[in-house]
């Protein structure tokens, strides 16, 4: 299998980061000169197991923590929360319970002040029609299945037009169906959109399918195992793309290395008191 070994990174890539340490209040390391980096448009996924710093990693290149040592660029320049070039999308929808599919997916517009509230409909329609939500805008997110309600959140996350998208298990929470659609959805409106998409999974065969590359994480602090060129033609789907023997290979391959993240982490395996 080629490509084990960290790319290095470019001044045009779209997220950047570089050497960075990041330990947490009470003294828990989770980073030591980690450096990750992904171009423009590029999908990258995410892999690791719980508790390797995975929301973490996320949380820096949100700005929303701050690393002790190293920096974090977004497009070439630090990254900030409020920067307009970085979108979300969270394991649970986090829709309001009171609005309305198409208000949901305004409200991003609206504290972000962008467009006039005509636009702002007609935004947040656009992209609900993306998602295959446009006959569902006027219900609420209980009237919503779970699926749907995650479709919501990124049409939420994508009216704003980010240029990074950064994705933390959206579709852990699904049954298994949902998720393969959804996982043919994400591809289609990122072939459409083009974003650069970093997504955040514990499920092998779901980066596989997903990544043009994907970072296997190890157990805090150990930084990145290893990297993988995921190189099955695009368009994918989950009938071709999934049994292809070539699929197969770079499944087994990553199986193989998340056991030897694991076995560097007995304590892993200690039951919690
Ligand atoms: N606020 C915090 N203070 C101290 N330690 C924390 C804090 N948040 C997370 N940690 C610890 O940092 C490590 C990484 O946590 P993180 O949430 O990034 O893991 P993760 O890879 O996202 O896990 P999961 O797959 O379960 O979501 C874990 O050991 C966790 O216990
Ligand atoms: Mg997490």
């Not at 920067?83 to 394991?91: A, K, N, R």
């Not at 009171?98 to 949901?104: D, I, K, P, V």
């Not at 446009?134 to 219900?139: L, S």
Request: net charge negative.
């Amino acid at each position: 299998m080629p490509n084990i070994y960290p790319s290095a990174s470019d001044a045009s890539d779209a997220l950047s980061v570089q050497a960075v340490d990041f330990t947490y209040g009470n003294g828990h390391s989770v980073f030591r000169n980690l450096s990750l980096s992904a171009r423009q448009g590029e999908f990258v996924a995410l892999l690791g197991p719980s508790g390797c710093g995975k929301t973490t990693l996320l949380n820096l290149l949100s700005g929303f923590q701050r690393p002790q040592a190293g920096q974090v660029l977004i497009n070439g320049a630090p990254t900030r929360p409020e920067l307009p070039e970085l979108g979300y999308v969270f394991q649970s929808p986090q829709l309001f319970p009171w609005l309305s599919a198409l208000e949901n997916v305004r409200f991003g517009l609206r504290i972000a002040g962008r467009y006039d509230e005509r636009e702002q409909r007609e935004q947040a329609l656009r992209y609900l029609r993306l998602v295959g939500l446009e006959a569902a805008a006027g219900r609420l997110p209980r009237q919503l299945s779970g699926g749907m309600q995650q479709r919501v959140s990124l049409a939420r996350a994508l009216a704003l037009e980010p240029d990074v998208l950064l994705m933390d298990e959206p579709f852990a929470a699904l049954d298994a169906i949902s998720r393969a659609s959804m996982n043919e959805e994400t591809l289609r409106l990122w072939a459409e959109l083009g974003q650069t998409v970093l997504f955040i999974t514990h499920d092998i065969d779901e980066a596989v399918f997903l990544a043009d590359r994907v970072v296997v994480l190890n157990i805090a602090p150990g930084g990145i195992h290893s990297e993988l060129a995921i190189d099955l033609p695009r368009p994918r789907s989950n009938l071709q793309t999934r049994r292809l023997p070539a699929f197969l290979d770079y499944r087994n391959e990553l199986m193989g290395r998340i056991a030897e993240v694991m076995a560097q982490s007995p304590f892993l395996l200690e039951p919690t008191s």
